[in-house]
């Protein structure tokens, strides 16, 4: 792959901000800290296969429209053709959670934490995407939240591929040490594991079934925001925004009590990352209390 001086049309870059409904200061984040990241990419990438890069965030650190740019851009700027998968996608359907939460744990029916995935699937799908011929057509799967399960619809994928781009926000998360497990981090933990049979399932399915597939990234971005408080407060403002809009089901608007059982699932191994993933990323961008991207190291 020829390596091409970064170029993007300012067309491209308003373009992407349309696309995505991004506000126009977006364009001095895509442009002062997106771009240069983006520029090095081809440095990265391995001469025989795909670039297999890894993209972290808690929620609301806009990993996606992070993953979404690079593909762009390397697009518009290197002629890739590239791959944009989440974790998300990869999550285990609602009865084989249910299975999991009658055998294991209560709270392991609720999608989020390791463990809940089928990494088994990610796996098998990362390793047809590493090694697409052209012509040939891989299916990724798709998750419908709404419904809390597998869609029955997939997405197409056709290669030769320069890049594979897999976001989540435990992708390249490691394991505690299990001397760490002891002390509930929030109530749900306390009240809801006190025996920390789920906190261990979901550290062991970590350690054993995640990270050896982490192992694998050439690369690890990650997006560092300024606590877990921030975290809550941004969760909190997208279901007010939610609720705000016009054709909003009320019934799939959590209130903020909701919100705050939800995001405790997240908890522990977002206060892991954010202490733990900066010294073995290899960017970190470290965003401000309104999300906007303040640094990059």
């Known amino acids: ?41 081809p440095a990265l990438l391995p001469a025989e296969r795909p670039l297999l890069l890894g993209i ?4 609301g650190t806009g990993k996606s429209t992070l993953a979404e740019f690079l593909d762009m851009v390397s697009n518009e700027c290197f ?8 974790i998300d996608d990869f ?30 699937l ?12 052209a012509g040939a057509v891989t299916h990724v799967p798709r998750f419908d ?5 597998r869609s029955a619809d997939a997405s197409s994928i056709e290669g030769p591929l320069d890049m594979i781009i897999l976001e989540g926000w435990c992708v390249g998360s490691r394991s505690q040490d299990v001397t760490a497990l002891k002390e509930p981090v929030n109530e749900l933990e306390s009240l809801g594991d006190p025996d920390r049979s789920w906190r261990t399932f979901v550290n062991n399915s970590l350690a054993s079934d995640y990270e050896p597939l982490f192992e694998r990234l050439d690369a690890l971005f990650f997006l560092k925001a300024p606590s877990f408080d921030a975290v809550y407060r941004w969760r909190l403002e997208q279901e007010q925004k939610l609720a705000d809009a016009s054709d909003a089901d009320a019934a799939s608007i959590m209130t903020p009590k909701q919100v705050g059982r939800f995001i405790r699932y997240y908890e522990r191994l977002t206060r892991h990352n954010l ?12 965003l401000d209390e309104q999300h906007a991207v303040i640094a990059t190291d």
């Open 145 to 149: 939240k709404a419904n809390d399960d």
């Open 56 to 59: 972290n965030g808690a929620q």
């Open 1 to 41: 792959m020829p390596r091409v001086p970064l170029q993007l049309s300012d067309q491209a870059l308003s373009n992407f901000l349309a696309l995505h409904q991004l506000p126009p200061a977006f364009r001095v984040t895509a442009e002062s800290f997106y771009l240069p990241l983006a520029a090095q990419l």
């Open 275 to 286: 202490q733990t993933l900066p010294s073995r990323s290899d960017a970190v961008l470290t």
């Open 122 to 133: 990610l796996t098998k799908t990362l390793d047809q995407l590493l090694e697409l011929p």
């Open 79 to 86: 002629g890739w053709r590239n791959a944009v998968l989440s």
């Open 91 to 120: 999550y285990l359907t609602h009865a084989e959670r249910a299975a999991l939460a009658d055998d294991i744990h209560p709270l392991l029916a609720t999608r989020g934490v390791p463990g809940t995935h089928d990494t088994a």
